[in-house]
């Protein structure tokens, strides 16, 4: 078997299956060629999903003659002014995107420099380049891609449809103009606009702001709060969604490393790990994170499309965002994006629009002689018609609201956003009147996050919670490898009362508990934290291995519902949280309060 030189076309086609994946990545590659041109407005417009046809056209600093030349030749960029990769300075520093595009599509670039009187084009057709010639266009580039990947069928034949291909390229962009809003991005497809982004002015942060709200809507913007940290060679900066505004996927999760967008693993699993036990298992954040890093202290040149970075410090990066993010979210500690938002029911009046015979027939079993419900006579008899009026029965006692007579409160001026208590209904929500409206609270989810924030400031200051001996040492039987992984995390077991100790081969004897447990299933909780240790391996930091224990067992030890309050309690309770971080959502992420505005309940009445 002869080695021989491929030519250069078939070496063009092959650094294209890495760099040109499909359109979005035809885009990603000319978008952000035109951003380290200096462009302020950048179009684009798609045929075919991108398949078709792609046109990128910028008001950026254009190519000259000799330039337009150069720039469709393999390594030929004016971006690495020096050959020290580690002192990259533009989104581009590679020259492979137009001679990469050039080789798998019918590529036309025309270019005019700002100043000069026309312009200058070039076409490459399946990786063969045409002459140069004269054409008149604005001052910028405009470059266009027809019948992409026509020189290579098999990787068309893996691409979606046009509406699929479509997505991922407004994705794309939605991507890198959240990285830089000081220019107006515009895209196109089928003669119809799809994404129309102005430039944002103000500062970086104001103009910030604005884009996000563009890209990831108001409600984002409504339920995040913003970030800081820095250190000697990284700044963090941006916005992250509170513990109960969340998605079902990580798509939502936009992370820029020097103003590039990656997918870091490094980076989004400290992203979880800072919503370690705020956030529910399976839903994951919404987040703008901007890192800026000295470019001797990141390495963007480890994967073809650029899409990962590797940094000098891998642990100090990651410290520093989890310190961020818990920051920011401590700040915000105590909202909940959760609310009790009536709209939807005022938008239609109620008068005209609620059927009180249909609503009941299909809640309700109703006898159609005599019109009565079934089981419930004391209703009477129901008229047809919309607007009927029928006597309701007191109610049952296990349906009723349990209100105390109000004792004379005298600390007002402790009294938090949370209001004072009014009553407890089905023993386990607390409804509470604040200052524009009532909330309503669910006491077992926010005793849990009061308790297991109790845990980790004693975890904190290194001190023991105070522990409570049980009357008849308990024995839990496990299998081999729950008992082994359990003991592991003995002592800090005890530093939180929990006292354990080997009992035979597969059982381990618990012998006191945290006092602030009090009565509760001792088997039941020890056999949920060996089932919780074994699950989680070698992959959690030990810090999260201690949060992950303090939810549990403040789980167990809290309020439980169904059980009934006084007065005083429930505002103990409302006290307490007020004064505790993160209690606007339980140790699973859910929210612990909602709100209800008085101008909301009005508008129901139709007082407004």
């Not at 950026?60 to 990259?88: N, Q, W, Y």
């Amino acid at each position: 078997m002869n080695i021989r030189v491929l030519p250069s076309n078939l070496v063009n086609q092959i650094a294209a299956g890495e760099v040109i994946e499909r359109p979005a990545s035809a885009l990603k590659e000319l978008v952000e060629n035109a951003i380290d041109a200096g462009a302020h407005k950048i179009e684009i417009t798609l045929a075919g999903g991108g398949k078709n046809l792609l046109v990128v056209t910028d008001d950026g600093c254009g190519m000259s003659a000799d330039e337009l030349k150069l720039a469709v030749e393999r390594h030929a960029t004016s971006k690495l002014p020096t050959d020290d990769l580690f002192a990259i300075d533009f989104l581009g520093f590679r020259g492979e995107a137009l001679p990469s595009i050039g080789s798998v599509s019918k590529l036309t670039v025309i270019s005019r420099v700002r100043g000069e009187k026309e312009g200058w084009q070039i076409n490459v057709n399946g990786g063969e380049k045409e002459e140069l010639k004269p054409a008149a266009l604005p001052e910028g580039t405009r470059i266009e891609v027809r019948d992409l990947f026509y020189t290579t069928p098999a990787r068309l034949k893996f691409l979606k449809t046009e509406a699929a291909e479509t997505g991922q390229c407004a994705d794309m962009l939605q991507r890198i103009a959240l990285a830089n809003p000081q220019v107006a991005f515009y895209l196109y497809s089928d003669g119809k606009k799809k994404i129309g982004y102005n430039a944002c002015s103000g500062d970086i942060q104001t103009a910030r702001r604005k884009r996000i709200a563009d890209v990831m809507g108001q409600d984002f913007e409504e339920n995040s709060v913003p970030i800081a940290a820095q250190n000697e060679f990284c700044d963090i900066s941006g916005f992250v969604s509170l513990p109960t505004f969340h998605k079902a996927n990580s798509l939502s999760e936009f992370i820029f490393v020097n103003n590039r967008p990656v997918r870091d693993k490094l980076i989004l699993g400290a992203i979880k790990g800072a919503y370690q036990d705020l956030m529910m298992s399976g839903r994951y954040p919404l987040c703008a994170i901007f890192i800026r890093v000295n470019s001797r202290y990141v390495d963007v040149n480890v994967h073809p499309t650029k899409a990962e970075v590797r940094f000098y410090d891998n642990g100090s990066v990651r410290s520093l965002l989890v310190h961020a993010i818990r920051s920011a979210l401590s700040a915000g500690s105590k909202q909940t994006a959760d609310t009790g938002l009536l709209e939807q029911l005022l938008e239609n009046n109620i008068e005209n629009s609620i059927d009180y015979t249909n609503n009941l027939n299909q809640s309700f079993m109703i006898n159609e002689k005599t019109k009565e419900l079934k089981g419930y006579p004391a209703f009477g008899k129901i008229s047809s018609g919309k607007k009927s009026v029928f006597k309701t029965p007191d109610l049952m006692p296990a349906y009723s609201v349990k209100v105390e007579e109000e004792p004379q409160y005298q600390n007002f001026e402790t009294i938090g956003e949370l209001g004072l208590a009014k009553a407890q209904f089905h023993n386990t929500y607390i409804i509470s009147q604040t200052e524009d409206g009532i909330a309503i609270i669910d006491q077992h989810a926010a005793h849990e996050r009061i308790t297991m924030e109790k845990m980790k400031q004693s975890m904190l200051k290194n001190e023991c919670l105070p522990s409570q001996m049980l009357l008849l040492p308990e024995v839990v039987d496990l299998s081999l490898s729950e008992k082994e992984n359990l003991m592991t995390y003995a002592e800090t077991f005890a530093k939180l009362g929990l006292g354990i100790e080997e009992f035979g081969p597969q059982a381990v004897l618990v012998r006191e508990i945290p006092a602030l447990l009090g009565d509760t299933d001792v088997k039941k909780l020890i056999k949920d934290l060996a089932a919780e240790i074994s699950e989680w391996g070698s992959a959690y930091a030990l810090e999260d291995k201690i949060h992950h224990i303090c939810a549990t067992v403040a789980c167990h030890g809290s309020v439980r519902a169904g059980r009934a309050l006084n007065i005083e309690e429930m505002n103990r309770l409302l006290r307490d949280m007020e004064s505790t971080e993160h209690s606007g959502q339980c140790n699973h992420g859910r929210p612990t309060y909602v709100k209800i505005k008085l101008e909301d309940i009005e508008k129901l009445f139709e007082r407004r």
